[in-house]
């Protein structure tokens, strides 16, 4: 596994190179495109967008006049954040687990976003332990299919799958999807980075006293959990959620020092099946092959979660699902109390849930060539 290093304390990174990040959904519905190349090739279709209304918790509080955002307003764009970032995991997760060599490029390039966005989810919520808030996590547990959290990126459908072609255009893609991959336009639907400048925006005017009591200082991955402290401390963290997201202005290598490519730009390679390189100024997917990679079958999980599995399916959703719950109430509980233990526990129960998911994603659905696959859903 491999990962960025940039850790918010670290004294040797500097301030991020600062962006208008706007991750969004016109670009991953196909009518923007990565860096002066398409996100969809010649000939290849498009990927299907939903009409969607601009509504949810996200929008509301961004409607906020900026002069009325306090303390409580950065709470709840906070719980929104949490909600946001976790969504992602799951069907990252499945992509991942679906992938039957695990040393192949396609592996390792989501492997380490998943690392990521863990370790994005750890930033907000010691962020909002750091305003006195505490993370609900179980409460506001996330349902597939289903858009994503707060009203952000509209029309995106995110549901769970084993990869093929068009999960990582439609969901993986779409998700981490910057508005202006370095030369297109941008679109003016509320995405997930133009909600972060709007936090962000909110930080600097309110300055608030930030607590260390309940922020975590763990290892997540090979990154390095912080508390946050100070206001030039939030900006590198919100600033490294971005980045790693969506890349910067002037490269889709997500900067820190290294060369690794930003998410959406490494789930781009896997769908043109190439490594993405700068020649003559421009950015194309013309470098070394990428070869997509022989996955478990795993169906779409249908909305409400499959019909009336065969007993050993059923067996192994059960288990999946109770190892899930657990989870979710150990992440609860480390911002709650402060607890790194709870965290670990949580992280291992997340490791915990690969050996169901894999066989359940070689369980044949009846009647099909789709095999079974974990619906994420909390007991109790």
Not at 131 to 160: E, N, T
Not at 361 to 380: I, K, S
Request: with cysteine.
């Amino acid at each position: 596994m491999t990962n960025t290093r940039r850790d918010p304390d670290d004294p040797a990174r500097g301030r991020l190179r600062r962006r208008s990040l706007l991750a969004s959904a016109a670009l991953a519905a196909g009518t923007s495109a990565s860096p002066a190349a398409p996100v969809h090739g010649p000939g290849e279709p498009a990927p299907r967008q939903r009409p969607a209304p601009l509504h949810g918790a996200a929008v509301r509080l961004v409607a906020v006049p900026e002069a009325r955002r306090d303390v409580t307003w950065l709470r709840s764009a906070l719980q929104v954040a949490v909600e946001i970032e976790f969504s992602t995991i799951p069907p990252y997760l499945c992509g991942w687990w679906s992938v039957r060599n695990r040393k192949c490029d396609a592996a390792r390039l989501i492997r380490r976003v998943v690392s990521d966005e863990m370790y994005h989810l750890g930033i907000v919520c010691n962020l909002l332990a750091g305003l006195g808030g505490r993370p609900r996590i179980v409460a506001s547990a996330p349902s597939y299919p289903g858009p994503l959290p707060g009203g952000v990126h509209p029309g995106v459908d995110v549901y769970l799958s084993g990869l093929t072609k068009p999960f990582v255009r439609d969901v993986m893609m779409a998700i981490e999807a910057p508005a202006v991959p370095l030369a297109e336009k941008a679109d003016p639907s509320l995405s997930i980075g133009l909600f972060y400048e709007e936090l962000l925006k909110a930080f600097r005017a309110v300055a608030p006293d930030l607590s260390t009591e309940r922020q975590l200082h763990e290892r997540v991955g090979e990154d390095t959990l912080r508390p946050v402290r100070t206001l030039e401390d939030i900006e590198r963290s919100i600033d490294i959620i971005k980045e790693q997201g969506e890349g910067t202005a002037r490269s889709p290598a997500d900067g820190g020092g290294d060369d690794h490519m930003a998410h959406f730009y490494a789930f781009a390679e896997i769908y043109h099946g190439r490594r993405l390189r700068e020649a003559g100024g421009e950015w194309r997917y013309t470098g070394a092959p990428v070869p997509f990679p022989d996955v478990r079958p795993m169906a779409r999980v249908p909305k409400g979660g499959w019909d009336r599995p065969p007993a050993g399916a059923r067996r192994l959703l059960d288990a999946f699902d109770s190892t899930y719950t657990t989870v979710l109430k150990a992440l609860d509980t480390a911002w709650e109390e402060g607890d790194p233990r709870s965290l670990r526990a949580a992280v291992r129960g997340m490791r915990g849930l690969e050996d169901p998911a894999v066989e359940l994603m070689e369980t044949p659905v009846d009647g099909t060539d789709e095999c079974y696959g974990p619906q994420f859903r909390p007991v109790g």
